[in-house]
Each structure stands twice: as C-alpha cells, then as structure tokens.
C-alpha cells in the first residue's frame, strides 16, 4: 500500500474494499467505533494504522530494479499481472472499469496509487500513461463497423487502422501503442476471436499490428495442461522488431495436466449452501432430458476428483451448470467454491488461501470466469521474457533495428 496516504485514507480504502464490517471484525471494534473514525469523530488512533496495512499488499522487492515495466489494461483482477509480476516484471499503470474487479485487484496487488477506471477516457495516452516496455491486456471482443471503410474506398481516400476500429476497446489498445511504442505486448482473448464476425474481427485487429510495425504471432493454449479446466485462449505476441519469436515452439507444456481433486476442499468442510436445491437440480435434469430428446448437447456437466472440468464461465453464479461436483449417489451435486474457483484458475495453488476474496460470492464467480487462467499467462510471459530483455538492451545500446511505419 502506498506508505503516502495518511491514516485516514488508508481506512477508508479498507471499507471500500471490505465494508466497514469486515475491517471492524479485522481490527476487533464495533461498526459503529469504524464509522466515528471515518468521520474524524475522533481521528483513527495511530495505533490502528499497523493493522490497516496488513489488508493490503506490500510492494514487492524486485520493484525499483525489475527487469521490465508493464501496464496492465482491462486488468479484471490481476491474473496477467501475477504473472509478469512473477516473471520479474513491475506494474507501471492499470486500468480496469468494474468496480467490484477494482476491489479484488487493490486487496491483492500493491498500488502506488489509484486503479484508473474508463479507459475511454483515457484521451491523451502520450500524457496520461507513463512509459513502459511492454502492454498487456486482455481486451473484449468487439465486432468492427466495416461500413464506414467501404465509404472512403469507394471515394478513394486512405484509411488505417483508427478508420477501421474507431469506436471499439481495442482501438483503445492501438492508440496506446501507437503513442508509447512499447518493446512488446501481449493480448488475451477468447479462442473465437478467430472466426468472429466471420474472420473480419481478427483480420482487422492483424492489419492494425502489422501496420503499427510490429512482429505478431499467435498461439491458442487449453489451460488444461496447468489447471483441472478445459480453457481454450488465444494469445497474441507482438515484438517491435522480428525477434523469431514463436509461441508454439516456446512455450512448455506439461506432458499432463492436474485434475479436480486439486482444488476441491474435503467434502465435510463444504458450506450446504453450496449444494443445489431439490428445485433446481430437477430443472437442470429436466433442461438436459430435454434438449438430449432434440438431439442438442445442452445440459450440466457432472464431475468428480479424477475428471477434468468444462470452461468456468462468468454466468457460474446462475446455476453452475457448467461445473457441477459430484457428491455421490443418491446425493445433489453441488457448485465449486469461489476459494475452489481461484485454484481452478491458478490464482491459489493446491490448499493454499492466499488470494483475497473481498466481495461477494456472486462477483466472485463473475471475476473468475471472466478472468485468465495464470498458470498459462506465467508461461507465457517465461517465453517471452528473454526476448523482451534482449530487445530491450538492444534499444538501450542505441541500436534498435525497428520496422518502417508509414
């Protein structure tokens, strides 16, 4: 936490993230005594700012001398910068809009100051973002307008890639590249981006890389070979000079993937709550019995300690249909846990607690399933960590050899 924030921000940060009942149970006082201090009636007592600083991170040793800086864009909670961060790498900037994302990401990652929210208005990146050598983000995926384009074909007159993606979240990306020209970056997105709007999306977002000049390649990893999860991703590698990078000849994966019982708590310690309702354990038999009669392959996915579990999606909250454990005969089955998502998704290893979950269980479903699986992301940023250095150090020597951008 940032050590400049005087006492009294420091509270109020800690209520924002926890609510003033969670940081009273932390300090061991009344809601009520929390609420007195927010108000400066009285101020906190110096005594109590110890205590504050333990619900948040400490910076990390490395930062001040890491290898590489990075911005961390559409950050969610933090998955791609856990891993850049374990790969050596400092957070220069972040930027995420959802404010309960924001509040899982500040108890789990140190800032210096605060997370910037819209990155819409972000509307001088030159100015408003500091420098870094390599951008990561995991934008959403947007069709591009391509009505617009055709008009000035038609009339003769120049297009580029602000043409063609105006409007969009990634054009947001390609103006920061464009203004800060980073050593590299990395992108994350789901595996349709491919074939979205019929190829056009990806096409476009291709030409907007190339004709920023840099070297992209492009790799679709299933999270299944680091976490008990079929999680198919495709990432995107660009580098400001061609450096021979190839994900698929870099990346290492294991020869065999871990399974649910990895993650799952032991049955007895489960909260009932956990557990489906006579009602919609029915509904969901129903549902399958249904569209199985159609010829549909809709229904739930029933697992157990020796399987590998279907995509953990942002819906979970719903119903968990999508991950259902199997508790046994005769037994309802039951959702994961929001502390068993989080080793679904790397965030914790096996029987660790060490991620916060500061919000409720519904967000935390919708935070997890919208987020990256940080086992892949780490291994990505090992691949390409060397090249970004050797890159880097090039620059620095005063001889990058750059592509040409008209």
């Not at 930062?63 to 374990?86: C, N, P, Q, V, W």
């Not at 009669?293 to 999606?313: H, I, Y």
């Not at 919000?359 to 780490?378: L, M």
């Amino acid at each position: 936490m940032d050590s400049a924030r005087s006492t009294q921000d420091l509270l109020a940060k800690a209520c924002w993230i926890y609510t003033q009942q969670g940081v009273a149970d932390h300090l061991g006082v009344s809601r009520e005594e929390v609420n007195r201090w927010l108000k400066s009636k009285p101020s906190v007592p110096k005594m109590v700012r110890p205590h504050l600083e333990r619900l948040f991170p400490s910076r990390p040793k490395h930062y001040g001398e890491a290898d590489f800086t990075f911005i961390d864009l559409f950050a969610g909670i933090g998955g791609i910068r856990r891993a850049f961060e374990s790969a050596g790498g400092e957070c220069v900037f972040t930027s995420e809009w959802n404010e309960y994302a924001q509040k899982t990401y500040a108890a789990n990652f140190y800032l210096e100051g605060d997370i910037h929210g819209d990155i819409n208005r972000i509307t001088h990146p030159a100015k408003q973002i500091p420098d870094h050598d390599v951008l990561l983000a995991g934008f959403p995926c947007q069709p591009f307008s391509i009505a617009g384009v055709s008009k000035k074909n038609s009339l003769g007159h120049a297009h580029g890639f602000e043409c063609k993606t105006q409007g969009t979240l990634f054009f947001k990306v390609a103006q920061i590249i464009k203004a800060k020209r980073p050593i590299a970056f990395m992108l994350e997105n789901v595996k349709n981006l491919r074939s979205h709007d019929k190829g056009n999306t990806y096409r476009v977002i291709r030409e907007t890389l190339d004709e920023l000049g840099y070297y992209v390649d492009d790799h679709v990893i299933d999270a299944r070979y680091f976490v008990p999860q079929h999680r198919e991703r495709i990432i995107i590698v660009g580098f400001r000079r061609d450096m021979g990078f190839s994900l698929r000849r870099e990346i290492d994966l294991p020869k065999e993937g871990p399974r649910l019982r990895a993650v799952l708590e032991p049955e007895k310690q489960i909260d009932p709550k956990y557990i489906l309702t006579p009602k919609l354990w029915r509904y969901l038999q129903d549902y399958a019995a249904k569209h199985k009669a159609k010829g549909n392959g809709f229904g739930f996915g029933r697992v157990g300690p020796n399987d590998v579990a279907r995509t953990l999606s942002a819906r979970y909250y719903k119903d968990g249909s999508e991950i259902l454990i199997n508790r046994g005969p005769r037994k309802r089955p039951r959702r994961l846990t929001p502390r068993e998502c989080a080793r679904l998704m790397g965030f914790d290893g096996q029987g660790e607690e060490d991620f916060r979950i500061p919000v409720s269980d519904t967000q935390a479903y919708k935070q997890f399933g919208n987020s990256v699986v940080v086992p892949v992301i780490t291994e990505v940023a090992r691949a390409m960590k060397p090249h970004i250095l050797a890159l880097k150090q090039e620059m620095q020597g005063g001889q990058p050899q750059l592509r040409l951008v008209g």
